[in-house]
């Protein structure tokens, strides 16, 4: 008689190989392959590290020149590097720069923005699991805290109304519960805006799952949150083919259906990680399409060559949002791949976009100097610091998928 487990693995297998893993014909294989040693690899990633350190972090503000939000997740891709790479570079550098924005504001939240609150609380709790350390886990625990009254509750829907909102919010909208969302505003805001957007939502979940791994007293209250907001994105916020929209306003219904990779990023990554805290096949089922569409489809974010070309265009010298956001797509799906390592024939399909990425940075959109520009496809043009930004995650996948251990 086979045993519980055993069903539950053979489940899981069979619903990941029910995807399509299949490598599209467009991605050629010159493309697809790096052949570089782990040394060059971790060189790579980390002088490109260094020039963010060096020439693009400002000492007065305690933060690199693209600003609060950015900085946030530009620290998580250092020490981020540290756990792939097994090194400790950056630590130094990624506990002083918390530190010193914890101080800054102690929930991280300095302009009344939750997701701002989130990148530094994931920051922190990838520092932890980087550098170890109570102080970095209780900068995520804190976070965490601190957006979690933000979260519309089950009750809170059903009632119509939000402690933080002076007006009414939609019980369901397309006839399901709208509990689950998480307000783009913070409670440290003029708290006017109808807004429950993915991002913020996808790194409540992110942070909720990563935080039941990290402190199992506390799993069930990480995991319900993160259930909650889990369900909310997939019931209000996901189109046909499994990939994140972007707002749900709490008052109309209204959707903004805008696609972003930062939006499927933190939704893969925190629906993976759920999956591995519980073993609940559904997050894995969901995350993994989301992954397989994310990766193969050319009409949001990236052409038939697999190549990304999200927050490209205009001026490359200006920066703004979106020139930042496929790094986080980058940085969620070199989770997955370490989580899904058993996966043979979705590593192969990850390996090969993210030598996309890897070959037409270090090939094409560098100076050779390890600067690296705005337009992967290239030519060249910079150095800017959203540039840079961009780029750091890129190369620390590429340690993870061609590091032969």
Known sequence: MKSWITLVLAAAASTANALDYSIPSGWTANSTTVNK?????N???????????TKWYSSSTGLFTVGWWQSGSAISALAYK??????????????????????????????GYNDDALWWGTAAYYAYRAYGGSDLLAYATTVWNYVASSQITAAQAAAGQSPLRSFAIQKTCKSLTTAGGVWWRSSSSDRTDAGANVVTTGLFLTL???????????????????????????NQLTDSASIPLDTLNM???????WYFTYNSGKFVEGAIVLNAVTGTQKYLDRG???????????SHWQGANGLINEGQGGDPAA????????????????????????NADLHKLLKAYFNIQYNALTTKDTDGA????TVWAGPYKGPYDHAQMAALDGLVAGIEVNWIR
């Open 319 to 342: 920066n703004d949002d979106g020139r930042g956001f496929k790094a986080i797509w980058l940085r969620a799906l070199t989770e997955v791949t370490r989580r899904q390592f058993n």
């Open 208 to 234: 909720s799952a990563y935080l039941a791994e990290a402190i199992p007293a506390n799993k069930t209250t990480y995991v319900n949150a993160g259930d909650l907001a889990f369900t909310f994105i997939v």
């Open 251 to 257: 008052q109309t219904c209204g959707v903004t259906n």
């Open 43 to 53: 060189s790579i990633a980390q002088n490109g590290i260094n020039i963010m350190r």
């Open 370 to 373: 390890n600067n690296y520009g």
């Open 37 to 41: 040693d782990y040394g060059a690899l």
């Open 82 to 111: 540290d756990m792939v790479a097994s090194t400790s570079d950056n630590r130094d550098f990624v506990r002083a720069m918390l530190s010193r924005a914890k101080a800054t504001n102690g929930n991280f939240d300095p302009y």
């Open 288 to 298: 993994l399409a989301t992954v397989v569409a994310g990766v193969k489809d050319s």
